[in-house]
């Protein structure tokens, strides 16, 4: 306390961005798609350094992992 007032710790939302469940789920989503993106870059490098004979699975997978990722990220920060 200070003096007679007490000081409490308030945590108000803004009124145009409400704090909602579905806004939660948004960023779990753009969370989801990062997690993806990663996913999609490791498999790239991992099948470039592969051994032998290569086809074009090999330069193929793992960038189009990479765009779905970046593109569930992106929406899912996008539609916060």
């Known amino acids: 306390m200070v003096g007679d007032?007490?000081?409490?710790?308030?945590?108000?939302?803004?009124?145009?961005h409400p704090a909602t469940w579905i806004g939660f789920f948004w960023a779990l989503l753009g969370v989801a798609g990062c997690l993806i993106a990663i996913t999609g870059a490791a498999v790239t490098v991992a099948l470039w350094r592969v051994n032998g004979r290569k086809t074009w699975g090999n330069y193929v997978l793992g960038p189009v992992i990479l765009v779905i990722g970046l593109a569930i990220a992106a929406l899912g920060f996008w539609a916060q």
């Open 5 to 16: 007032m007490r000081l409490a710790a308030t945590w108000t939302p803004n009124p145009d």
